[in-house]
């Protein structure tokens, strides 16, 4: 079973800037697709970026909103993927969370609160 933890959501101002991270409980961590969800009451889950494997090649994705501002990287021999936000808005305001996806299987943290106001 795949654990997925995340933290450094919190506070901020707009024009502030906020690293998540999500730490993988698993031995294979390389071979996992991940990627950074966000969720607001009401809403779908949205999409905020991707990363693959890690192997070649390696290419990140993001959707209008955050292109940008955010940066999602990969640390294949810690098990742990970040996502860096930049230049935060009101409208970043979410739960993010963390998923691994590897052989249809698709695994989701338990997200961390992100929330941006003056």
């Known amino acids: 079973q795949v654990q997925l933890v995340e933290s450094g959501g919190g506070l901020v101002q707009p024009g502030g800037s906020l690293r998540l991270s999500c730490v993988a409980s698993?031995?294979?961590?390389?071979?996992?697709?991940m990627a950074w969800y966000r969720q607001v009451p009401g809403d779908e889950r949205e999409l905020v970026a991707t990363?693959?494997?890690?192997?070649?090649?390696?290419?990140?994705y993001y959707p209008n909103s955050v292109r940008g501002r955010f940066t999602i990287s990969r640390d294949n021999a810690d098990n742990v993927v970040y996502l860096q936000m930049n230049s935060l808005k009101p409208e970043d305001t979410a739960v993010y969370y963390c998923?691994?996806?590897?052989?249809?299987?698709?695994?989701w943290g338990q997200g961390t609160q992100v929330t941006v106001s003056p």
């Open positions: 998923r691994a996806q590897r052989n249809g299987q698709t695994y």
């Open positions: 990363i693959n494997t890690g192997g070649t090649p390696n290419y990140p």
């Open positions: 698993v031995s294979d961590f390389r071979y996992y697709d």
